[in-house]
């Protein structure tokens, strides 16, 4: 069984930074690769970030040069630093990884969600 735990979001003013959190816990050996996906309210989920297995990692037009997803293996955690946010930032941000949970077995899982509101 796998679950994962975000956290660090929250409210911050425009132009300020949060750095959000998912760690993976239960019988995973490792994190493969995962997706930062949001979704603002009205809005359809869109991706944010990627990181892939290798360590390449990729950005939506949006948020390129202000976001910035990494991972610790050891911790089996993947983070999103976000920078200079704006107020078309807020959204709910859901980490979605793929773990590795045997010998090519890999399972695709989900956040609970991490609200963050970018507003003066």
């Known amino acids: 069984q796998v679950h994962l735990v975000e956290s660090g979001g929250g409210l911050v003013q425009p132009g300020g930074s949060l750095k959000l959190s998912c760690a993976a816990f239960?019988?995973?050996?490792?994190?493969?690769?995962a997706v930062w996906y949001r979704q603002a309210p009205g809005k359809q989920r869109e991706l944010v970030a990627t990181?892939?297995?290798?360590?390449?990692?990729s950005y939506a037009d949006s948020v390129k040069g202000r976001f910035t997803i990494s991972r610790d293996n050891a911790k089996n955690t993947v983070y999103l630093q976000m920078n200079s946010l704006k107020p078309e930032d807020t959204a709910v941000y859901y980490c979605?990884?793929?773990?590795?949970?045997?010998?090519?077995?890999?399972?695709?899982?989900w956040g609970q969600g991490t609200l963050v509101t970018v507003s003066s």
């Open positions: 979605n990884p793929t773990v590795v949970v045997g010998n090519d077995r890999y399972l695709e899982v």
């Open positions: 990181i892939a297995s290798g360590g390449g990692t």
């Open positions: 239960g019988s995973i050996f490792s994190i493969y690769a």
